[in-house]
């Protein structure tokens, strides 16, 4: 089992710009949650998505936007990039249509905004 | 006020002692509670997640819960220099549909020393 995968590793950006970061979820699991880390913090929620469809956000702006495909893998994309939106993004999967307690994290993407 | 207070560290101890990290949290409605460790520039690893007051033991881990003044702790016996990570601890917000999101503090920095 190969567990969440995420892609790129690194990304550089300048300010502006668009990024997406794409997600595979663990085996079995449905359910796919977005989480923004910055430095010396803890992760954020930024959304979450079961059966195609954005269910709950955190409090970020509509800059902010995903995707789940019929996989299960996910996509975040944001748009017009601000030196603030530098972070390690978190990927977490969930089996159960989210209800399960255990969320289990990627490795994250390393986004650099210059 | 955050949600979730966790003393950032850093936290440095000579292998073999015992640590103890905590967390307050503001929230009574939060039901579970999490302990994650982060390597450097990896994702969050589950440790152990509790749902009652009291202690839940695993190997060289303990979780302590106590509901009532909203507080969790992990200690960590015969530390290890392997043990040297962020640990971060989590607790599950339920939505109405019975899916969750984790909010997180703000992870405490250990070292351990040989």
């Known amino acids: 089992d190969a567990g969440v995968t995420q892609s790129p590793t690194h990304l550089i950006k300048t300010r502006g710009q668009q990024v997406t970061l794409r997600c595979s979820p663990k085996s079995g699991h449905d359910t796919v949650s977005w989480y923004q880390q910055a430095l010396g913090q803890g992760p954020q929620f930024i959304f979450q998505y079961y059966e195609e469809e954005e269910r709950q956000r955190g409090n970020f702006p509509d800059r902010f936007s995903g995707h789940q495909f019929p996989n299960y893998s996910s996509e975040l994309n944001v748009n017009a990039l601000l030196l603030g939106d530098s972070a390690l993004y978190l990927c977490?999967?969930?089996?159960?249509?989210?209800?399960?307690?255990?969320?289990?994290f990627g490795p994250g993407t390393r986004l650099t905004v210059l | 006020q955050k949600e979730v207070e966790q003393d950032p560290g850093p936290l440095s101890v000579p292998e073999g002692a015992i640590v103890s990290l905590n967390c307050t949290y503001s929230?009574?409605?939060?039901?579970?509670f999490m302990w994650y460790r982060q390597y450097s520039r990896k994702g969050p690893e589950l440790l152990m997640y509790t749902y009652s007051s009291g202690n839940k033991e695993d190997g060289r881990f303990t979780a302590q819960v106590d509901k009532s003044s909203k507080y969790i702790s992990l200690f960590i016996r015969d530390s290890q220099p392997s043990d040297s990570a962020t640990y971060l601890c989590a607790m599950t917000f339920k939505f109405s549909g019975g899916y969750n999101k984790l909010i997180f503090g703000a992870g405490t920095r250990l070292a351990v020393h040989p």
């Open positions: 929230n009574s409605a939060f039901q579970y």
């Open positions: 977490a999967s969930t089996p159960d249509r989210g209800r399960s307690n255990e969320q289990f």
